[in-house]
């Protein structure tokens, strides 16, 4: 008759100090981001045009884009997750290289040509996140992570003659190493279903500058799997 009820105490004990108390095995997260940039690339396609005439022009590469980045966490023990964050987000912006299409034809002396750009920017990465604090509905956590950076800058049919004819071995789409660090909270709304924010700081290691402070806000939904 001892086993039993020793078995009971067991069982118990370790319902109480379970891995993750309840926490479920998987968590996912989608939102709108908005994003401040900033952004070389630009400013380095204006260089490739102008370096050639020993000639600098400044343009605007610090802006805000728009977007939407998914987060997928795999829960383990009471505070800790394994995550992978995917983020997209783009803009259009607008410089005056005109001089430099006057003195290659391309438009008459005196008129104004604007130059479009359309940089798009993806990101993937993945690392651990853990709860830092917890009080009643409310939790906040913090990230580090790592993996990489993809840059693509769609420019108009004019300014690409020109980068083309004058810079022909200018890139304008890479592929580089990032990490990304920040943080968040999370609100618990009905049974599954919580409102989170976050904010990032994102760096690219590229030969271009490629600095991004990214907030985001959006639903995340837990229960998926069995508890750890």
């Known amino acids: 008759m001892r086993k039993p009820g020793i078995f009971a105490a067991a ?16 968590e996912a997260y989608l ?7 900033d952004y070389g690339p630009i400013q380095d396609v204006a260089n490739a045009i102008s370096n050639p005439y020993n000639e600098t022009v400044s343009v605007n590469h610090k802006f805000s884009m728009t977007g939407a980045n998914a987060t997928f966490q795999k829960d383990i023990g009471a505070k800790w997750s394994a ?8 803009t259009q912006q607008n410089a005056d290289l005109s001089r430099y299409f006057q003195l290659l034809g391309y438009i008459p002396a005196g008129s104004t040509q604007l130059s479009t750009f359309t940089p798009t920017v993806y ?22 992570m790592g993996g990489a950076v993809r840059s693509s800058l769609a420019v108009d049919t004019t300014t690409r003659q020109a980068l083309t004819f004058l810079a022909p071995k200018f890139k304008t789409s890479t592929t580089d190493p990032g990490v990304m660090v920040g943080g968040g ?7 599954h279903l919580f409102l989170r924010g976050s904010a990032d700081y ?6 271009s500058t490629q600095n991004y402070i990214r907030l985001s806000v959006g639903i995340a939904l837990d229960k998926f799997g069995k508890p750890w």
Do not use: E
């Open 185 to 191: 909270a999370q609100y618990h709304l009905l049974k």
């Open 83 to 90: 995550a992978v964050d995917i983020g997209g987000m783009h």
């Open 202 to 207: 994102i760096h690219a290691f590229s030969s």
């Open 11 to 26: 069982v118990c004990l370790l319902s109480t100090f379970g891995f993750g108390q309840g926490r479920p095995s998987w």
């Open 31 to 37: 939102g709108y981001q908005w994003t401040y940039s």
């Open 123 to 144: 990101t993937v990465t993945f690392g651990p996140q853990v709860d830092v604090w917890k009080r009643g509905n409310t939790k906040v956590f913090v990230r580090g």
